[in-house]
């Protein structure tokens, strides 16, 4: 019989595509509830210029890219930048001598509504 035709090349990245999404790793805000949102930067470093809009509680996030403390997201859902840096927690000085997670971890592949 005919041969089938070989995966032209955007049929393979839909497949990727397909795949790296139910891959990926979303997190939820958890901080910010006291002071409208979290600071979100253009870039990863700390002195880097912030956004005007802050990433507000609640919202769902995609991460990009996840340096030590620093996460570059892209927003699923929820109010703030389309995308931006944002610290996971809070450095201890600043929440009173301990650690404060700012983003937790939600299931990948999104979530049953």
Known sequence: GPQPAPLCPPCRADGLRALALAMRQLWRVTGGEASAGLVVRQGQDLKSS????????????????????????????????????????????????EKRPLLLRASRGGEQE
Do not use: F, I
């Open 50 to 97: 912030r956004l005007e809009q802050r990433l507000c509680h609640d919202a769902l996030v995609e991460e990009l890219e996840l340096c030590g403390k620093r996460l570059r997201y892209q927003l699923v859902r929820g109010a703030g930048p389309e995308t931006g840096w944002v610290s996971s927690e809070l450095p201890p000085s600043e929440a009173g001598g």
